[in-house]
């Protein structure tokens, strides 16, 4: 069922630092800031050969990292994001098996304009996982 890592998520106090500690430090390659007020963070990619890590940052009132980030001030792995043919098929096929799927368990769109799904982490090894349709 699982495809491809797609990105693996890290929720920042600073986003500015975290940009800087990437670029500066790691000398990767990384996006400008994108604010997503949908999802209540803004965000910066880091492109890698095989895959991505999103910088998240909490952007306006309850945003679904600023609990996260209240537990780990300094920042943490928030979620890792596997890719997906058929999103509805993994959901039925989880919910099925007792899975949990957060929210109302209809996908909605991500940060990169595909359908995502985020399964809850006590199901998956203290995980958060999102999959992404892709
Ligand atoms: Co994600």
């Known amino acids: 069922m699982l495809g491809r890592l797609n990105h693996v998520a890290i929720a920042v106090p600073d986003l500015e630092a975290a940009t800087a500690s990437y670029r500066d430090q790691l000398g990767a390659k990384v996006s400008a800031p994108q604010a997503l007020p949908e999802h209540g963070v803004t965000v910066v990619f880091v492109e890698l050969a095989n895959t991505k890590v999103e910088l998240l940052e909490p952007l306006g009132d309850g945003s679904p990292i600023a609990a996260f980030l209240e537990r780990n001030a300094a920042g943490g792995m928030h979620h890792i994001c596997y890719e997906v043919e058929d999103i509805i098929a993994a959901r039925d096929r989880l919910a099925g098996q007792g899975a949990r799927v957060l929210g109302n368990g209809e ?28």
Do not use: N, S, Y
């Open 107 to 134: 996908p909605k769109i991500g940060a990169h304009g595909k359908p995502v799904l985020f399964l809850h982490p006590k199901d998956f090894q203290g995980t958060l996982v999102e999959l992404e349709q892709i």
